[in-house]
């Protein structure tokens, strides 16, 4: 079993940056791949970045150049930069770490890109 809880969300200029992390209790979260996901008002989860075990990662394209995914090991988290964000946005961020058939979600961070 896993605890997840995403931090880092806020209130952003579009253009600006975040971090966003994935932090993990009960267990190492290296042991786990981990996706990011965003969900927008009455919309399903997006999968926006994914990052395996072994460090491979992976981007939806629309964010490809812009947004980094990476495990900040010594924190027992998965840190997602976001760059250059846009008004379109803003959403709920959540991770979820997967290890076989056992899917792990956080509680979502809110990142909000307005002037």
């Known amino acids: 079993q896993v605890q997840l809880g995403e931090s880092g969300g806020g209130l952003v200029q579009p253009g600006g940056s975040l971090r966003l992390s994935c932090a993990a209790t009960g267990s190492m979260i290296s042991v786990f791949s981990v996706e990011w996901y965003r969900q927008y008002p009455e919309k399903q989860r997006e999968l926006v970045a994914r990052?395996?075990?072994?460090?491979?990662?992976s981007y939806v394209g629309s964010v490809k150049g812009r947004f980094t995914i990476s495990r900040g090991n010594a924190k027992n988290a998965v840190l997602l930069q976001v760059n250059s964000l846009k008004p379109e946005e803003t959403a709920v961020y959540y991770c979820?770490?997967?290890?076989?058939?056992?899917?792990?979600w956080g509680q979502g961070t809110h990142v909000t890109v307005s002037t």
């Open positions: 979820r770490a997967t290890l076989g058939n056992y899917r792990f």
């Open positions: 990052i395996t075990v072994g460090g491979s990662t």
